[in-house]
């Protein structure tokens, strides 16, 4: 049981961590989107989209990353929801 608790708590902490890289990917996208809307007639509009696709790309991928650690996080939830019902 205890190791399922410590289990647990690291799912919640790595949660925390990919919610907060995605928070950052999406405050990066306003900050370039704004960067190209400023200078959009003095950069080279394709490498700016380029870089705009890389970064949400990566939010993207730790989304996903979010969705399978909240997926086992949900399993081991249950798993401990059980063993403490046959506990008592």
């Given at each position: 049981?205890?190791?399922?608790?410590?289990?647990?708590?690291?799912?919640?902490?790595?949660?925390?961590?990919l919610?907060?890289?995605?928070?950052?990917?999406?405050?990066?996208?306003?900050?370039?989107?704004k960067?190209?809307?400023?200078?959009?007639?003095?950069?080279?509009?394709?490498?700016?989209?380029?870089?705009?696709?890389?970064?949400?790309?990566?939010?993207?991928?730790?989304?996903?990353?979010?969705?399978?650690?909240?997926?086992?996080?949900?399993?081991?939830?249950?798993?401990?929801?059980?063993?403490?019902?046959?506990?008592?």
């Open positions: 049981m205890q190791d399922n608790l410590i289990k647990y708590d690291q799912f919640l902490a790595e949660e925390n961590v919610i907060q890289r995605i928070g950052v990917c999406k405050e990066f996208i306003e900050v370039l989107l960067y190209i809307s400023g200078k959009s007639d003095s950069i080279h509009i394709l490498t700016a989209e380029d870089i705009v696709n890389a970064v949400h790309a990566m939010s993207q991928d730790l989304d996903t990353e979010l969705l399978h650690v909240r997926l086992e996080k949900s399993l081991l939830e249950n798993k401990i929801k059980n063993l403490e019902a046959n506990c008592d």
